[in-house]
């Protein structure tokens, strides 16, 4: 058989779709995870790259977090923080948040700092303060960067989530590390499905909020970004 | 430190390994993303069936495909090597797009009246001006391939990684992080050889300064901690 029909087979097959293991309740816990990582990023990351981008200072240290982020190897972290932390049951959140700040960091204050000087001189020549500076003008204009770098968070979350049941998490993981260890092909090939269609859906999900958020004056310049 | 100086064999027989999974792909991924980008922008059609493309093997979770991947290749180096290459390619080909797009009209109508034909205007003039934006696409795929062969130790196959499972096994940090800093190494040693590298390609861009924001930085950041999902 060939592994889409495997993958196929153990999808369909009903006892998947149930229970405390089922592919409904696995789903939830994954979404959690991923939100509850990507909540606190954004929260970090999001206003540290606007105000940068907007005092138009701080450049070195956003390549720098780029670079490292880009560095880090996943699966070291996790343990590494796994290990250190002797297995502490939030341990999974560390990496998760730490991987997830990079990309929206820097695209917040790329997005920022690429707005064209003239606009935003046009807005203080019109009387606007800093603070509506920002908000009117320049984070408007910055959101399809701002929406990508959420994007690739996003997806690096989903997918260090993953991973993240090697060191004992919960959600759609738990299928791929379980079943590698017990040998169940069926259940890994399973599980590796749904994680790929769920990586799909975000991608899918992101183009859609482009769509709604993005202000129509700027969705022609940005399509060919 | 006396735990690598006594492993220090083993730590070099992973570390070839490690470089050996991550560089190839790298280069398979800039061997198919030129042709392909300079396909892309002489026939403007083909970009955006490409660019959705790109975008999708970038969202894959290598270790997701790592096991489909089983299934046809067995636990072979290629399990490895072909995700991590599909992940250099959402890097490198619209980095390669990027750089040939940056290249003025106007120097390009030059080589038309100097009499160039398209292929020797693509390789003499187009290519060697979109090095800098292609090589900053580069650095990204390589540092991120490096960091990315560890996630394929779950399946048995990931260099250094090798550490990080043999170490969470064994409850032993020395183990995880000699291994960890070495990957980080690595990364950021063949970032720096490819910056030399850019800089020797392109000697006629020495001295002119960067503004932040400008393009070749945008471009690295653009596909930014990029380099596909772990």
Not at chain 1, 88 to 117: H, K, M
Not at chain 2, 76 to 95: E, M
Not at chain 2, 156 to 181: H, K, M, N, S, V
């Amino acid at each position: 058989m060939s592994y889409f029909q495997i993958a196929w087979q153990w999808l369909t097959s009903a006892q998947q779709w149930h229970g405390s293991d089922g592919i409904p309740v696995r789903l939830v816990q994954h979404l959690q995870y991923t939100g509850i990582a990507l909540g606190i990023a954004l929260v970090i990351a999001l206003p540290a790259g606007l105000a940068m981008g907007h005092l138009r200072r701080g450049g070195f240290v956003v390549v720098t977090v780029a670079n490292f982020g880009r560095a880090l190897p996943t699966l070291g972290l996790l343990v590494l923080i796994f290990v250190l932390t002797s297995g502490s049951p939030a341990s999974w959140l560390v990496p998760l948040v730490v991987l997830a700040i990079p990309p929206i960091l820097v695209n917040t204050y790329e997005g920022v700092l690429g707005v064209d000087p003239d606009l935003t001189d046009a807005a203080r020549g019109m009387g606007m303060t800093e603070w509506q500076v920002l908000r009117k003008v320049e984070i408007p204009v910055a959101t399809p960067l701002i929406l990508l770098g959420l994007r690739i968070s996003a997806i690096q979350v989903v997918a260090t989530a993953t991973i993240a049941a090697y060191i004992g998490l919960g959600g759609l993981g738990r299928y791929i590390i379980d079943g590698l260890a017990r040998d169940e092909y069926n259940v890994v090939a399973g599980g590796a499905a749904v994680i790929v269609l769920l990586a799909l859906a975000i991608q899918a999900l992101f183009t859609l909020l482009r769509w709604l958020i993005v202000p129509v004056g700027l969705r022609r310049q940005t399509q060919t970004s | 430190m006396s735990w690598a100086w006594e492993n220090r064999a083993l730590l070099g027989h992973y570390l070839v390994q490690h470089l050996y999974l991550a560089l190839l792909p790298v280069l398979f991924g800039v061997i198919v993303a030129i042709p392909v980008g300079v396909m892309c922008v002489r026939y403007r059609w083909t970009w955006p069936p490409v660019l959705s493309l790109t975008s999708i093997f970038y969202a894959m979770p290598s270790l997701a495909l790592y096991l489909v991947l089983i299934d046809y290749t067995g636990l072979t180096d290629w399990t490895v090597i072909i995700p991590l290459t599909l992940f250099s390619l959402s890097v490198l080909i619209p980095g390669v797009v990027g750089g040939l797009r940056s290249v003025p009209p106007p120097v390009r109508q030059a080589a038309d009246a100097m009499g160039f034909g398209s292929l020797r205007r693509v390789i003499q003039v187009e290519l060697p001006l979109a090095v800098p934006v292609i090589i900053a696409g580069l650095r990204v795929a390589t540092v991120s391939s490096i960091s990315l062969v560890s996630v394929g130790q779950l399946i048995g196959i990931g260099g250094l990684g090798y550490f990080f499972i043999d170490g969470e096994q064994r409850d032993f940090p020395t183990e995880i992080y000699t291994a960890f800093i070495l990957i980080i190494v690595l990364a950021l040693l063949a970032d720096s050889i490819l910056v030399l590298l850019r800089r020797w390609l392109t000697p006629w861009e020495a001295g002119r300064t960067v503004r932040p924001g400008s393009r070749i930085l945008t471009a690295t950041s653009r596909g930014s901690s990029a380099g596909g999902a772990p």
